[in-house]
Structure formats: structure tokens, C-alpha cells
């Protein structure tokens, strides 16, 4: 042991003097004009010629458009591996035996790994991605307001994932004395203060440690957002994504250092014999209360961006402005503040008090309001519209449609005496499925295709995209509704085999569906590679676009503050023949 | 330092890269993993490398003249939040505190390596402060 | 939300929020006057409080996030040049004709605008604006 500490500290040492080493060279590279609150006016194009090439550059920018591409290379990567932790799941659920992975806890593994990979290394960061780079573009600010911390605020995102994700990792390297966690993403007490494994104390630490990065985040979008408009933007033509993230940052900020607290406590809980969560000291339903006191909150963390996006993109394609332009933010606004009163309605069944519960009924009700009015708003929009069926248009028309079964399932899911019968049944997970794929993923696939051309200066391949949209919709409709479908049949969640009494379903029936809804995973999966193949295929050959309006904006009179940008960049590189590459683009994002 | 700051400060206006948010995130980490997880090479590396990130970070944007002065203070902070924690088991007396060196008690061994690390930033403080003093001259 | 505070147009915007809020007054009002399940007050004070603070909280935002908006729409209203969009000035002059309202938000009216849009043809096309293969 003692030998393990001295040779841990020499690697640290030696670490350390490599660090030391790294930022006196870099020393070299960087001009010290001191910038607090991005006023050294870095924003103009002739500036971007003095980035350092390869992966200095990436590790070392504080760029919000190279964070923003930081973020977005990210979000994919777990991507991947929540969306192969998810495929190995479902090949398991296709027999009623645990025929595949050997053993439950395998699963039960993949199922955290899942969950929480999705929520908060693929969700929050793609949301990101998109802000950081389009906010400053869309509001007229040179960068945002604090550079650095928006840096900070990305690069304590990949070790949070080694943490969450270490358990998988070590248990090969240390025998399996440290596993997987097997907490599910909702780490009910006392279930997970119990478990000694400790790779959940790493996954809790790596929680922590993107609930920083996501508040970091937050701060920042909302004073870029409140002081770095320019001075033509006010409240009332600010663009709707800008003020989706706003909201969404309000919530972030009320929200994650809840969870950031939570986790300390489950984490003194476990390592340090306090009694929170304890059955005989705070009860294990204080975690349930805490917990979805930040979890309901996430969910519109995650959803109001991507409605803001749809809301963006969606009006580009129908040839007419936005139906009901300042309805949607009064929604918007509405929602942020309401998802902070519905929390107790994911704890219907755990015997609160009935007064407490019908409060929580008549809030989650409530919420439903402004979330029905955005989607009679997209179709209002559409309704009469020019429609062009582009890729990004297809992905929002699919978004909307997916809301209307997800967010409808939802509402059913609001009522208590409907809850207590479907409550931890494969309906709730389909339910949250159709939101979170159906829309979320859908929302961030159509601003990828949409802004593609500004990002990257190529387009991409339209046929790929639309096998992409077509597969994807398919699959989601096949997985999830088959979901919905085991959830009358009450198959409970988050098991591995399942075995049923006649008399309540009949199993083949269930197997089927289960096989089913493992079809419809493989659809998915086939149009994500798809997705994938195009974007890098299309990254490094595709046709590089010259016309500054890819979209064909300007005909509606649509064009808008980001092609401008992108205008400029156009005009900024006529002189010099390699298009973009000033500004690094050449380089290979892979890091 | 100095001098090269002057060399590159013809390309005023940059400023679109920084070394320190990387360090200051990866401090963060490796530190927060060595105190919960009570790997003390951790725990005293990482908080180390976080609050000279920090510093570092301060001074870059404006918001310090010179690092060491934050650097100072932070590697106070530490040492105070280190006792802290050995307080909590041991108590405030001297005497308890130096038996509680010889300890065992994951607890205060975790007080000991947050206080490590302020003694370390506190020396690396004064060495920086007296060697730039020096080179500044040139 | 008095109609002085607010002209005719806000308030009609502002129904968006008044729906949950009736939905939720409405509750209040089961709570207190049906009463269901039995009296308990602490539990009632619970109960009631949840709705009550969401309720108002909700109040206060869209109050003060209309009265953000309708102020900055009047002063888009006072001094449309100023908040042109600036793309105007930088491209070409054939193209100003149609990049004038470029920013789909920038119209202070609000809904009436998507009147004009029913000009355009609604037949919908399969094409891409661009080339890609």
C-alpha cells in the first residue's frame, strides 16, 4: 500500500512538472491582454488568424465557436457509448432468460451507464454545444461573457465521464472489486447508499463534477445574454433560442447545485457513516424529495433548448415568421417556473400525504398548458406555409409529432390514479423515451444538419439525411410505442428477465413486444451510423458552400444574425484561397 | 514571464486561448477524487494543480497583477479547511492534533493531505514570488 | 395586470400564462372549499403552499417579463432604425429588398404580420436549397 502512495505521488510530481513545463510554453503563444467580460473586442475576423495549430489549439481555446464544437464532438462520443450500452440491453430483453450478458448486474450497469450518460454527458452538453456557439453569434456579442470559464465549464466534462463511467473500466483492472454502478440514473436511497461498491462513489463524484460544469454554463449564458447584446437586440426581437436558453439557465442554476448537494450528502452518506438517507435518520424518501427537486427541473433543462431550436429552424422552412412569437416565450417563461412545482408527481406511489399529492396533480396538470400551446404554435406556423421537406425541416416536423404522443402520454402520467397503475412500468419509459429521443435527439440532429454549413463551410450529404430522419422516425416509433404497449401489460422497468403469471399477461405476448421494441432499436441504431458516416464524410469531402445563404433565406426574408456571420467569413476569406481555414478549420476536430 | 509578455503583447487582441481552464477543471477533478476517494498523492497533487491554475487563471485575465499573491491565499484556505476536517475527529487542542499525525483515521488523514496541499501551494507561492522578483529586474 | 399598465395586445399574449393560472386557482379553490381529504393543517399548509407559491411566482414573472417586452416594443416601435438589422448595411443593395425584416422576430406587431405570408404559394417542394452531391 505504502509503495502504491509513494509511486501515485512520484507520477503526480512528475505530472505536475509537466504542467509547469506545458503553460510556460504556452506562455509563448498567448497575447495577455487582459480580458474581463470579452471587451477586448477579439470578435473580428482578423484576429483569428493566431490560434495554435492541432491539438494545442483545442486544449488550450477559449473560443465560444471552438467550445461550442468541443461540446458537440463530446455529446456524440457518449452518444455512442449510451447508445451501445442501450443496444446491449435490448438484444438481453429479446428472451425472457438472462440469456446474453451473463449476469444482472451487467445490466443493471448498462441501465445507470445509460441513463445518466444520455441525461447529462449527451443531453446537456449537445444543448451546449449549440448555445455556445450560435448565442454569441444570434445576439451580436463578440464572445461570451466570461471566455475562460466557458472553458472551465467544458473541460470538467470529460473527466466527469471517466468517473461515471469508470466502473467499467476498473472492473477488469481490479477483479471486479470495483464495478459498474447499480444505482439507476435516480440513485434512490437507500439502495445507493448501501451498495460498497465503489465505483458508484465515482460516478456520484463525476456527477458532481458536470453539475459544475452545467451551473458554470449557466452563469455564463445569462450575463452574455443580459449584457453582451448588441445594442440593436432587446427583449422584445430577441431570437426564441436565446430565450429558451436563458430560461433554461435560470433553471440550471436554481437546480444543479441542489443535485451537486444531494450527492455530497449521499457521498458523506456512504463514506463518511452520516445518516441522511437512512432509514431511522433523514429517510430515504429526503433523496426522492431532493432529487426531484432537480431531476423534474432537468427535464425542461433539457427539452425548453430544443423546443427553442424547433422554434428557430422550423418557421426557415415554412416560408413565414414564428406563429405567435411572444406566446411561446410566455410558455417558455411559464414552464421554467412551474417545473419547479411539480417534483413530487415521480413520487405518487410512495404513500405522501393525499392533500400533498393532489397539489403536486394540480401543477403537473397545469405545466401541461404552455407545453401544448408551443406545439399549436410549430402547426400553426406550418399551416398554409411554403414547406421545403429539407432534413432539418423533416427532423422538426418529426420533433412536433413525437411531442404530441410523448407529451400526451405525459399528461396521463400526471393524473394520480392513472400513475398508480402504470407507475415504474415500461409505459413511463416509453412515455420519456418519445420525449427524450423523440424530441431532444430529433431537435439536435435538425440544428446539426442546419447549421452544418456554418460550422463546418461544407454541406452535407441530403440523401443520408433523410435515410437518417426516415430510420430514425421509424425507429422511434416501432421502440417506443412498442414500450408504451408492455407498460398496459405491466411490465415493470429496469429488469433484466421477466418472468409473468397468466392471469396478468400473457408472456409470449410480452416477448414479442420486447423483440419488437429491440427491432426498432436496431433501426436506430442503423440510421445513427448514417448519421454519423455523413458527418464526417461530409466534414472531410463534402462540397464547400460559396453562397453565403445555403438556405435560401433571403427569399422569405429569413436570413438571420448567424449567416450574416457567416457571410463575413465568406468575404473575410475570398483573399486567401484555402476557404475557412483561417480560422483553424482545417483541422481535424478529432482530439 | 514578463518578457515574453511584452513580445506577444503586439498581437493584442487575441486572447482566444488560454492554458488554464484545462488545468484548473483537471485540478479540480484529480483533487475532488483524492480527498473523497482518500488517494492522498491525489488529493495533494490535484488541489495543488487547482489552486496554482486558479492563480494562474486570475492573473491572466486582469482580475490580479501577479499570481502569488492568490496563490497565498488559497494555499491558506486550504490549510484551514485541512485543520477543519482534523478538528472534527481530534478537537481544537495542540496535543491531540499532533498524536492524531500517527493516525490511522481515514478522516484526518484526508484533513492532513487538504492541509498538504496548502502547505505545498504555500511554498510554491513564496519560491514563485522570489525567483520572478528577481527576473523581473532583467 | 392593469390594462393601463399593459395595452390590449399584451393582454391578449398574456392569456398563454392565464390558463395554467386559472387551472391552478381553480385547485386552490377545490382544496379549501370541497376538501377531500379531511383537515390536517400542516399538510393543508403544504398543500395549499404549493400551489400558492407556484402561482405566484408564475404572476410575477409574466408580469415583469411583459412589462420588459412591452417596453422594449415600444422603443421598437420609437426608433425602428436603430434596431434595422445590421446585415442591411453590409450586403449587397439588390439583396435589401429582401433581407429588410430579416430577423422574423423584429416585427412589434406580433401575430397580425403572419397575414401577408398567405401570399405565398403553399404548395410544398421537394427540392433542397443547395447542392450537395
Known amino acids: 500500500m505504502a509503495g502504491e502512495q509513494l509511486a501515485l505521488t512520484v507520477l503526480m510530481g512528475v505530472f505536475l512538472v509537466g504542467v509547469v513545463s506545458l503553460v510556460s510554453r504556452m506562455e509563448n503563444l498567448r497575447a495577455y491582454a487582459p480580458l474581463t467580460s470579452g471587451d477586448a473586442g477579439y470578435g473580428d475576423s482578423a484576429a483569428t488568424g493566431h490560434k495554435p495549430s492541432g491539438l494545442l489549439r483545442w486544449l488550450t481555446t477559449v473560443d465560444h465557436k471552438d467550445i461550442g464544437i468541443l461540446y458537440g464532438v463530446y455529446a456524440t462520443v457518449a452518444f455512442v457509448w449510451g447508445g451501445l450500452a442501450v443496444m446491449l440491453m435490448r438484444v438481453e430483453l429479446t428472451t425472457p432468460a438472462l440469456d446474453v450478458l451473463g449476469s444482472t448486474g451487467v445490466y443493471n450497469g448498462l441501465l445507470t451507464s445509460h441513463g445518466i450518460t444520455m441525461l447529462f454527458l449527451f443531453g446537456t452538453p449537445i444543448i451546449a454545444a449549440f448555445s455556445n456557439y450560435f448565442i454569441p453569434l444570434l445576439i451580436g456579442a463578440d464572445d461570451m461573457a466570461f471566455p475562460r470559464i466557458n472553458g472551465i465549464a467544458f473541460w470538467l466534462l470529460p473527466p466527469a465521464a471517466l468517473l461515471i463511467w469508470a466502473g467499467f473500466f476498473l472492473d477488469p483492472l481490479t477483479g471486479g472489486t470495483v464495478e459498474a454502478a447499480q444505482t439507476s440514473w435516480v440513485m434512490y436511497a437507500p439502495l445507493s447508499a448501501e451498495q460498497a461498491n465503489q465505483g458508484v462513489d465515482l460516478m456520484l463524484l463525476g456527477l458532481h463534477l458536470s453539475g459544475i460544469s452545467a451551473t458554470l454554463g449557466a452563469i455564463n449564458f445569462i450575463v452574455t445574454i443580459f449584457t453582451e447584446r448588441s445594442p440593436d437586440v432587446n427583449w422584445a426581437n430577441l431570437d426564441i433560442f436565446s430565450w429558451t436558453i436563458l430560461t433554461q439557465s435560470a433553471l440550471i442554476l436554481f437546480a444543479f447545485p441542489l443535485l451537486g448537494s444531494a450527492i455530497i450528502m449521499l457521498l458523506l452518506d456512504r463514506n463518511f457513516q452520516t445518516a441522511f438517507f437512512a432509514v431511522n435518520g433523514g429517510s430515504p424518501i429526503l433523496w426522492q424529495h431532493l432529487f426531484w427537486f432537480f431531476g423534474h427541473p432537468e427535464v425542461y433543462i433539457l427539452v425548453l433548448p430544443p423546443m427553442g431550436l424547433v422554434s428557430w429552424i422550423l418557421p426557415k422552412f415554412s416560408g413565414r415568421k414564428l406563429f405567435g412569437y411572444k406566446f411561446v416565450i410566455y410558455s417558455t417563461l411559464a414552464i421554467g417556473v412551474l417545473s419547479f412545482g411539480v417534483w413530487a408527481h415521480h413520487m405518487f406511489s410512495t404513500g405522501i400525504d393525499p392533500r400533498i399529492r393532489a397539489s403536486f396533480m394540480a401543477v403537473s396538470l397545469a405545466i401541461a398548458i404552455p407545453s401544448a400551446v408551443k406545439t399549436f404554435n410549430w402547426i400553426a406556423t406550418m399551416w398554409n406555409g411554403n414547406i421545403r421537406l429539407t432534413a432539418p425541416m423533416l427532423f422538426c416536423i418529426g420533433f412536433v409529432a413525437n411531442f404530441v404522443i410523448g407529451g400526451i402520454t405525459g399528461v396521463f402520467l400526471a393524473a394520480i390514479p392513472i400513475d398508480l397503475v402504470l407507475h415504474d412500468t415500461y409505459y413511463v419509459v416509453g412515455h420519456f423515451h418519445w420525449i427524450v429521443m423523440g424530441m431532444i435527439a430529433f431537435a439536435a440532429f435538425g440544428a446539426i444538419y442546419y447549421w452544418f454549413p456554418i460550422v463546418t463551410g461544407k454541406m452535407y450529404q441530403k440523401r443520408l439525411a433523410k435515410m437518417h430522419f426516415w430510420l430514425s422516425e421509424i425507429g422511434v416509433v416501432i421502440t417506443f410505442f412498442a414500450m408504451l404497449l408492455l407498460g398496459y401489460l405491466g411490465m415493470p422497468r429496469r429488469y433484466a428477465t421477466y418472468e409473468f403469471n397468466g392471469l396478468i399477461a400473457p408472456l409470449s405476448q410480452v416477448t414479442t413486444l420486447h423483440q419488437v421494441a429491440t427491432l426498432g432499436a436496431f433501426i436506430i441504431l442503423f440510421a445513427q451510423i448514417i448519421w454519423v458516416f455523413n458527418l464526417v464524410q461530409s466534414y472531410l469531402e463534402g462540397p464547400v458552400v460559396e453562397t453565403e445563404d445555403p438556405w435560401d433565406l433571403k427569399e422569405t426574408g429569413q436570413y438571420s444574425r448567424e449567416f450574416e456571420w457567416f457571410a463575413e467569413q465568406l468575404d473575410s476569406t475570398d483573399d486567401d484561397a484555402p476557404a475557412l481555414a483561417a480560422d483553424g478549420r482545417g483541422e481535424p476536430s478529432d482530439d | 514571464m514578463s518578457q515574453r509578455e511584452s513580445e506577444t503583447g503586439e498581437t493584442a487582441g487575441t486572447g482566444k486561448l488560454s492554458s488554464w481552464p484545462l488545468f484548473v477543471a483537471l485540478g479540480l477533478a484529480v483533487g475532488e477524487v483524492g480527498v473523497v476517494m482518500a488517494v492522498y498523492p491525489l488529493a495533494i497533487g490535484g488541489l495543488v494543480l487547482f489552486a496554482g491554475s486558479v492563480a494562474g487563471i486570475l492573473t491572466e485575465s486582469g482580475y490580479a497583477e501577479r499570481p502569488w499573491r492568490a496563490l497565498t491565499a488559497l494555499s491558506g484556505l486550504f490549510v484551514l479547511l485541512g485543520l477543519v476536517v482534523v478538528w472534527t475527529q481530534t478537537g481544537t487542542e495542540l496535543s491531540t492534533v499532533q498524536s492524531a499525525l500517527a493516525s490511522t483515521d481515514t478522516v484526518v488523514l484526508r484533513g492532513f493531505s487538504i492541509t498538504g496541499a496548502g502547505v505545498v501551494s504555500f511554498a510554491a507561492g513564496l519560491a514563485g514570488s522570489s525567483i520572478t522578483e528577481t527576473g523581473r529586474a532583467a | ?133
Open chain 3, 1 to 133: 395586470m392593469s390594462s393601463r399598465t399593459f395595452d390590449r395586445e399584451t393582454l391578449l399574449d398574456l392569456i398563454v400564462n392565464a390558463i395554467p393560472l386559472a387551472m391552478m386557482a381553480f385547485f386552490v379553490g377545490v382544496f379549501v372549499l370541497y376538501n377531500p381529504f379531511g383537515t390536517d393543517i400542516a399538510n393543508q399548509a403544504i398543500q395549499l403552499s404549493i400551489v400558492v407559491i407556484t402561482f405566484s411566482a408564475l404572476v410575477l414573472l409574466t408580469y415583469f417579463s411583459a412589462r420588459a417586452i412591452s417596453n422594449a416594443e415600444a422603443e421598437l416601435k420609437a426608433d425602428p432604425e436603430e434596431f434595422a438589422e445590421p446585415q442591411a448595411a453590409a450586403a449587397d443593395p439588390s439583396e435589401l429588398t429582401s433581407s429588410d425584416e430579416s430577423h422574423g422576430e423584429t416585427a412589434a406587431t406580433g401575430r397580425d404580420e403572419h397575414v401577408d405570408d398567405e401570399s405565398v404559394e403553399a404548395e410544398p417542394t421537394d427540392e433542397e436549397p443547395t447542392d450537395a452531391e
